[in-house]
């Protein structure tokens, strides 16, 4: 297994680099969105007890720091943590202030609202949507319209104002940060051949360092808890996800294995040397499909006669 990983890396190294970088980039992306959405949960929910400050918002992603990331890579990571934090915080603060008729869909998603919209598209929108959500809460009759139509209106008008903000925040702050990324992917990659001209032995520390599945809270890092905290998963969705399925099952035993070494903190462990099952059962109910009811044993049939039900139990070892 081991010539086989080494080969893989130095033939695959190339191949490898291009799609993590696609990879990177898209993660960086979807911890902005979730932050984004995060960050919009007192505008959205302004009765709602218990909403996020910005500190929440960061601290939420400070559980469980699962990375260790040494040198200029960190230093990235850091920064573009930091530039994130405060472009959000900015954007935010200018959503407050801004106005219902900031935020106008290319199409509408739902009820048209046009009339609802010339009545508040110069209204505060924080104010406007906890006015609005208020009404809907009380049951209000607004415009003419009975209290089912106005609900209808005000809830596409919220929803689609919403959604607009989101977007153009989380637009904002991706564009602003792309240097950032395309410097973190380069230093990725440099990172990456250098320990890769080194053999497995270097991958595997490489890989240690920066996944580790271990609870407890003290860990050798110089990232602080930020959103680029990546849990194990995450690696393994970057090493993974675009190898074919000979390799892809060879890394994964790699990986147990390096995990195993540090977790049990014996450095001799060998995934070669230990044997597990695991037992699946399934309960499969299907409609009839070419073999009638008269054709299917009555052990086969559901209570009601309708469809054919069967149960499988398999056993998969290594």
Excluded: H
Excluded at 135 to 155: A, I, P, Q, W
Excluded at 182 to 210: M, P, Q, R
Excluded at 254 to 261: E, F
Aim: hydrophobic share 35%; charged share 30%; net charge negative.
């Amino acid at each position: 297994m081991a010539k086989e990983v080494i080969d893989y890396t130095e033939s695959k190294a190339e191949d490898f680099l291009k799609k993590a970088s696609t990879t990177i980039s898209d993660y960086i992306d979807s911890k902005i969105d979730l932050l984004v959405d995060k960050a919009f949960t007192s505008i959205e929910n302004p009765l709602k007890e218990g909403v996020y400050s910005a500190d929440d918002i960061f601290n939420d992603l400070e559980v469980s720091l699962n990375v260790r990331v040494e040198g200029e890579v960190g230093e990235i990571l850091n920064q573009i943590s930091n530039e994130v934090q405060a472009l959000l915080l900015e954007q935010i603060e200018a959503v407050e202030n801004s106005t219902i008729g900031s935020y106008v869909p290319d199409t509408i998603k739902g009820v048209d609202y046009t009339d609802f919209f010339e009545e508040y598209k110069d209204r505060n929108l924080k104010e406007a949507i906890a006015e609005l959500t208020a009404g809907l809460v009380e049951g209000r009759e607004l415009l003419g319209y009975s209290v089912d139509e106005t609900s209808k209106k005000v809830n596409s008008m919220l929803f689609n104002t919403i959604q607009e903000a989101k977007w153009q925040v989380k637009y904002s702050i991706k564009k602003k940060i792309e240097g950032y990324k395309e410097n973190l992917v380069n230093k990725f990659k440099e990172t990456f051949k250098n320990v890769a001209d080194k053999g497995k032995e270097e991958v595997n520390k490489f890989i240690d360092s920066i996944g580790n599945t271990s609870d407890s809270e003290v860990m050798k890092t110089n990232l602080k808890g930020s959103f680029l905290s990546m849990k194990y998963t995450d690696y393994l969705r970057i090493f993974l996800l675009f190898t074919n399925k000979g390799v892809k099952m060879k890394r994964i035993a790699d990986l147990i294995q390096v995990n195993m070494r540090a977790v049990s903190g014996s450095k001799t462990f060998k995934i070669s040397e230990c044997s597990t099952y695991m037992r699946i059962e399934s309960s499969i109910s299907i409609k009839y499909l070419f073999a009638t009811k008269p054709f299917m044993p009555k052990e086969l049939r559901t209570e009601d006669g309708k469809r054919i039900k069967f149960d499988v139990i398999l056993y998969k070892g290594y």
